[in-house]
């Protein structure tokens, strides 16, 4: 099994909930974030008063899925996250050792 965590722009959001659906992902985490990378926030006007923005609003999703839905969950999330501009996101794809659903027992495959 392996654990995807992508953080992408919030508007892409819907975007990638379909992609995610139309490969066959059941299951799915979101949270609001902040954070930069190469971007390094921006500067704003308010009230005449420029100041800088150093975290900007991002998506965190996370996923779990079998090895062998993985490729193509990478591929759907970074198609429909794309826009060519820079803070588009980013994907990890990590080894997850066991998973167990609390309310039936069922271990690893069958509890994703």
């Known amino acids: 099994m392996k654990k995807i965590e992508a953080i992408i722009k919030p508007f892409k959001l819907d975007e990638v909930k379909e992609a995610l659906h139309e490969v066959g992902v ?49 591929e759907a999330i970074a198609a429909a996250a794309q826009t060519g501009r820079i803070g588009d996101g980013k994907i990890f794809v990590i080894p997850i050792e066991s998973a167990l659903r609390i309310r039936t027992g069922e271990r690893d495959d069958d509890a994703i």
């Open 26 to 74: 059941s299951g799915i985490t979101v949270t609001e974030a902040k954070g930069f990378g190469r971007q390094k926030g921006h500067t704003e006007l308010y009230r005449g008063a420029e100041y800088v923005v150093d975290f900007l609003p991002k998506v965190k999703l996370e996923v779990v899925v079998p090895d062998g839905l993985a490729e193509r969950t990478v």
